[in-house]
């Protein structure tokens, strides 16, 4: 690997020598065989492709991406964009290209893809506790190509100290903090301080920050959500200032890390001050703090919860754009006012609400106009149930609906491809396919 690329370049440019064919659901059946840089060269509109499809936004994947990285640069935060929401490399490549220190990743085979394309700086959003992804880390993380993980208990400490016994490598890991009713995360600052002393007693293990995750708290932008996030965050400085006051800290540069894509302004409202304490009169022997954001789901953003719950929809500002869309086909109109769609929870995120139509045509590709008062009231594995006003709204067998959608990371799972067009509104020419690694 070349430590020197943020991600291989090599590697992600050779996606474009791969070939198509009956695998990749989103490519029509004429292209079976031809290479995905054949396909973009040939300049297909929207109109060739086939339902249930699922399109991206060229610009609005830029659009999101410069927005963040701008943001980041002028609060003075890092960005390790979280890289499960798409499973995408040539996307983390632009990520990277923009300033990200590195890519967050959730699990193991996601480290394994991700260090297979030449990640360089790699954070586990998680603790190791599998001994393979244990040894795994141990062998592939170095100074110049770093593997961050989490800690959240001494047990975990141990799973990690047993495994390496026989070994000299040093992990480097954030002792996370969790609240009671989150997810993982030790339940409190008393909790996280015992964790980071069985850490610093570890001769496998060095401290090198602290993390959490405050979207687990709260799924609301109301007082309530925010008076919760917040209070958290303040914990994590506490636990932080703690930290520093015990001197278990095991390296002269600290990370601070929180924030997806719903509350990241807020995590850098509370934890920003730490960045500056070196600067404020505290010894010289102290660590240089780096808060961090891992912000993921903001480079595809959505039509649904994103869309209410961003810090740049509630400022009132410049939001993020929505850059994806559903395209699904009327297979059955078996009752006044019921049509039947061809993409389902197989096509389709549905865990943070259902689609939404849009806008409905004749034909993929072609003329359509607003769909108004029609709703998607149930989905099955390969179908959407939509209701619609029979007396105002003539809707046919054959008809295609553009359906906004709601939560990115279980959008992406659900295809191995993705056209992506120029501008979804005004030039439906693919420019580009997104190869996914789930």
């Given at each position: 690997?070349?430590?020197?690329?943020a991600?291989s370049?090599?590697?992600?440019a050779a996606?474009?020598?791969?070939?198509?064919?009956?695998r990749?659901?989103?490519?029509?059946?004429?292209?079976?065989?031809?290479?995905?840089?054949?396909?973009?060269?040939?300049?297909?509109?929207l109109?060739?492709l086939?339902?249930?499809?699922?399109t991206?936004?060229?610009?609005?994947l830029?659009g999101?991406?410069?927005?963040l990285?701008?943001?980041?640069?002028?609060?003075?935060?890092?960005?390790?964009?979280?890289g499960?929401?798409t499973?995408a490399?040539?996307l983390w490549?632009?990520?990277?290209?923009r300033g990200?220190?590195?890519?967050t990743?959730?699990n193991?085979a996601?480290?394994r893809?991700?260090?297979?394309?030449?990640?360089r700086?790699l954070?586990?959003a998680?603790s190791l506790?599998?001994p393979?992804?244990?040894?795994?880390?141990?062998a592939?993380?170095?100074?110049e190509a770093?593997?961050?993980?989490?800690?959240d208990?001494?047990?975990?400490?141990?799973?990690?100290?047993?495994?390496?016994a026989?070994s000299?490598?040093?992990?480097d890991?954030?002792?996370?903090?969790?609240a009671?009713g989150g997810?993982?995360g030790?339940r409190?600052?008393?909790?996280?301080l015992?964790?980071?002393?069985a850490v610093?007693?570890?001769?496998r293990?060095?401290?090198?920050?602290?993390s959490?995750?405050e979207?687990?708290l709260?799924?609301?932008?109301?007082?309530?959500?925010?008076?919760?996030?917040r209070?958290?965050?303040?914990?994590m400085r506490?636990l932080?200032?703690?930290?520093?006051a015990?001197g278990?800290y095991?390296?002269?540069?600290?990370?601070?890390?929180?924030?997806?894509?719903a509350?990241?302004?807020?995590?850098?409202s509370v934890?920003?001050?730490c960045?500056?304490?070196?600067?404020?009169g505290?010894?010289?022997d102290?660590?240089?703090?780096?808060l961090?954001i891992?912000s993921?789901?903001?480079?595809i953003?959505?039509?649904?919860?994103?869309?209410?719950?961003s810090?740049?929809s509630?400022d009132g500002?410049?939001?993020?754009?929505?850059?994806?869309?559903?395209w699904?086909?009327?297979?059955?109109q078996?009752?006044?006012?019921?049509?039947?769609?061809?993409a389902?929870?197989?096509?389709?995120?549905?865990?943070?609400?259902?689609?939404?139509?849009q806008l409905i045509?004749?034909?993929?590709g072609?003329?359509m106009?607003?769909?108004?008062?029609?709703?998607?009231?149930a989905?099955?594995?390969?179908?959407?149930f939509?209701t619609?006003?029979?007396g105002?709204?003539?809707?046919?067998p054959?008809?295609?609906?553009?359906?906004?959608?709601?939560?990115p990371?279980?959008?992406?799972?659900?295809w191995?491809?993705?056209?992506?067009?120029?501008d979804t509104?005004?030039d439906?020419?693919?420019?580009?396919?997104?190869?996914?690694?789930?």
């Amino acid at each position: 690997m070349n430590t020197s690329e943020a991600i291989s370049a090599t590697a992600v440019a050779a996606l474009a020598d791969r070939r198509l064919d009956w695998r990749h659901k989103a490519v029509p059946a004429t292209a079976n065989g031809t290479t995905h840089a054949g396909f973009v060269a040939a300049g297909h509109p929207l109109a060739d492709l086939q339902t249930p499809l699922l399109t991206l936004d060229a610009g609005a994947l830029q659009g999101n991406a410069d927005r963040l990285a701008s943001w980041c640069k002028d609060h003075g935060v890092l960005l390790a964009p979280h890289g499960k929401t798409t499973m995408a490399p040539q996307l983390w490549a632009e990520q990277l290209s923009r300033g990200a220190w590195g890519i967050t990743l959730a699990n193991f085979a996601q480290l394994r893809v991700a260090r297979e394309f030449g990640v360089r700086r790699l954070q586990l959003a998680n603790s190791l506790t599998d001994p393979h992804a244990i040894e795994w880390v141990a062998a592939n993380a170095t100074a110049e190509a770093p593997i961050l993980s989490w800690v959240d208990s001494a047990g975990t400490v141990s799973v990690i100290n047993r495994t390496l016994a026989d070994s000299d490598s040093v992990l480097d890991v954030l002792v996370e903090l969790g609240a009671n009713g989150g997810r993982t995360g030790a339940r409190g600052v008393d909790a996280a301080l015992d964790v980071a002393r069985a850490v610093a007693a570890s001769p496998r293990l060095r401290l090198v920050g602290v993390s959490g995750y405050e979207g687990s708290l709260a799924h609301t932008a109301d007082d309530a959500g925010l008076a919760a996030v917040r209070g958290y965050l303040a914990q994590m400085r506490l636990l932080h200032e703690q930290l520093l006051a015990e001197g278990l800290y095991g390296t002269d540069s600290v990370i601070l890390t929180a924030g997806g894509s719903a509350y990241f302004d807020d995590v850098v409202s509370v934890l920003s001050p730490c960045i500056s304490s070196r600067s404020e009169g505290a010894s010289q022997d102290s660590p240089r703090v780096e808060l961090m954001i891992r912000s993921g789901a903001y480079i595809i953003h959505d039509d649904g919860f994103y869309r209410g719950i961003s810090p740049f929809s509630r400022d009132g500002g410049n939001p993020f754009k929505a850059g994806m869309h559903g395209w699904a086909r009327v297979v059955s109109q078996p009752e006044p006012g019921l049509a039947i769609l061809d993409a389902g929870k197989r096509d389709l995120p549905v865990d943070e609400g259902l689609p939404r139509p849009q806008l409905i045509g004749p034909a993929l590709g072609g003329p359509m106009e607003p769909l108004a008062g029609a709703e998607i009231t149930a989905v099955n594995d390969q179908h959407c149930f939509m209701t619609f006003d029979a007396g105002t709204t003539s809707v046919r067998p054959g008809d295609v609906v553009r359906l906004g959608l709601s939560h990115p990371c279980t959008a992406f799972d659900k295809w191995t491809l993705i056209p992506v067009l120029a501008d979804t509104d005004n030039d439906q020419t693919v420019v580009d396919l997104i190869h996914t690694f789930f």
